[in-house]
């Protein structure tokens, strides 16, 4: 089956620092990718679409210039968390569509960030 | 726009209980449905789907059945195992190209 995968699962950073989560669709094209945001116990927030080849489109409240997503290929998308804060510690998931079966989205293990 | 409602947990069971998670929703159109696991410290799985109305889908013995006519699509699980304890999350897709929308999660504890 299709398979996501995210770099790095876990990383610990200092404030002030940015952090890059990698997100790549292993044996399929996905022209969209989703980049998702989890908090303890809660649900998944839907942070931005990533079309490739052409900006995201962020959800209402998500700081754009703090969030920076980047979707160079059909493969790959990634996120950087610039500037980061304590505050942004939490679950990052992304998922992929696949261009031929646009009904599923086949997800990410999840980066967990830590601001320290 | 759309919604989905899920039952509030933490869900507590036996092992060998009997298991429904309750799953309802909002949307336009028809949408697909979908049940999600998230185990501990992990991203989220596909667990079934069904795309139509009446369909059910199924899979490690959990079903769920697409009712239109109800707007639902509860999770069912005839004999819960230590190893089923997640959160499961319901969600819809309204359309091909729209953004899957979740529930807000049930955790399953299942003891031995």
């Known amino acids: 089956g299709a398979v996501v995968s995210q770099h790095p699962s876990r990383v610990i950073c200092k404030s002030g620092t940015s952090v890059k989560i990698e997100c790549r669709s292993l044996?399929?094209?996905?022209?969209?990718m989703f980049w998702y945001r989890q908090f303890p116990k809660q649900s998944l927030m839907l942070m931005a679409t990533?079309?490739?080849?052409?900006?995201?489109?962020?959800e209402q409240g998500v700081e754009k210039d703090k969030f920076l997503i980047n979707h160079a290929s059909l493969t790959l998308s990634t996120l950087t968390v610039t500037s980061a804060h304590p505050e942004d510690s939490s679950f990052y998931i992304c998922?992929?569509?696949?261009?031929?079966?646009?009904?599923?989205?086949?997800f990410g293990p999840g980066t967990r960030l830590t601001v320290t | 726009g759309d919604s989905v409602t899920q039952m509030e947990g933490p869900v507590t069971l036996s092992e060998e209980a009997f298991l429904t998670i309750n799953c309802t929703y909002t949307?336009?159109?028809?949408?697909?449905l979908f049940w999600y696991v998230q185990y501990p410290g992990e991203g989220l799985q596909l667990l079934l789907k069904?795309?139509?109305?009446?369909d059910k889908g199924s899979n490690k013995g959990f079903e769920a059945t697409y009712r239109k006519e109800t707007t639902s699509f509860h999770l069912e699980k005839g004999s819960v195992q230590v190893s089923d304890s997640a959160v499961y999350f319901c969600?819809?897709?309204?359309?091909?190209?729209?953004?899957?929308?979740f529930g807000t999660g049930t955790k399953l504890q299942v003891i031995p």
């Open positions: 990533s079309n490739e080849g052409s900006k995201a489109t962020y």
């Open positions: 949307a336009t159109g028809y949408p697909s």
């Open positions: 044996d399929f094209q996905a022209t969209t």
């Open positions: 969600a819809l897709n309204s359309g091909g190209y729209q953004k899957v929308t």
């Open positions: 998922s992929a569509r696949d261009g031929g079966n646009p009904y599923e989205q086949y």
């Open positions: 069904a795309t139509k109305a009446d």
